[in-house]
């Protein structure tokens, strides 16, 4: 690859711009809004280094609206806070998106836990399986080695 490889410039860009946007955020806005946490999950660039697609997660969940339209809002506010951080010919247009993908994860997470559980409380598990002592009792008839020969 070489230095001016336009994919590698594209992830070089799109993670200057993803660390800078988290700093901005992390700083604080003044819009009361914006609450939460905020993480900045994925920047999606375009070619032509117009638009920048800021994907982000919100925590808790019923702050999510409210933080999504207060990004919104202050876009150009954040915006010109990116620009003092780092310097390019032509600063890309920001548009926020909230990105699901890290509760869709959780969710996951925590139903797999559940089931985990229920599995534990059950008197079967894959690790332990039914064992059972074979005594003489237990053992057909002719069985016990006793009296038998071979």
Same mark, same amino acid.
């Given at each position: 690859?070489?230095?001016?490889?336009?994919?590698?410039?594209?992830?070089?860009?799109?993670?200057?711009? *993803?660390?800078?946007?988290?700093?901005?955020?992390?700083?604080?806005?003044?819009?009361?809004?914006?609450?939460?946490?905020?993480?900045?999950?994925?920047?999606?660039?375009?070619?032509?280094?117009?638009?920048?697609?800021?994907?982000?997660?919100?925590?808790?969940?019923?702050?999510?609206?409210?933080?999504?339209?207060?990004?919104?809002?202050?876009?150009?506010?954040?915006?010109?806070?990116?620009?003092? *951080?780092?310097?390019?010919?032509?600063?890309?247009?920001?548009?926020?998106?909230?990105?699901?993908?890290?509760?869709?994860?959780?969710?996951?997470?925590?139903?797999?836990?559940?089931?985990?559980?229920?599995?534990?409380?059950?008197?079967?598990?894959?690790?332990?399986?039914?064992?059972?002592?074979?005594? +003489? *009792? +237990?053992?057909?008839?002719?069985?016990?080695?006793?009296?038998?020969?071979?």
């Amino acid at each position: 690859m070489s230095p001016a490889d336009p994919d590698m410039r594209l992830k070089r860009l799109s993670s200057v711009l *993803q660390r800078a946007i988290e700093q901005t955020l992390t700083r604080g806005l003044s819009d009361p809004r914006i609450r939460g946490l905020i993480s900045v999950t994925e920047i999606d660039l375009t070619r032509d280094l117009k638009l920048a697609k800021v994907k982000v997660s919100v925590f808790p969940e019923e702050h999510e609206s409210l933080t999504m339209h207060g990004l919104k809002d202050a876009t150009a506010h954040i915006r010109r806070k990116v620009m003092d *951080q780092i310097h390019i010919r032509e600063m890309p247009r920001l548009v926020f998106e909230l990105d699901n993908g890290l509760k869709k994860q959780a969710e996951v997470m925590a139903l797999l836990a559940k089931a985990r559980a229920e599995y534990a409380e059950t008197d079967e598990s894959p690790t332990e399986g039914p064992t059972k002592d074979l005594t +003489d *009792q +237990d053992a057909p008839e002719g069985a016990s080695g006793e009296g038998t020969n071979p």
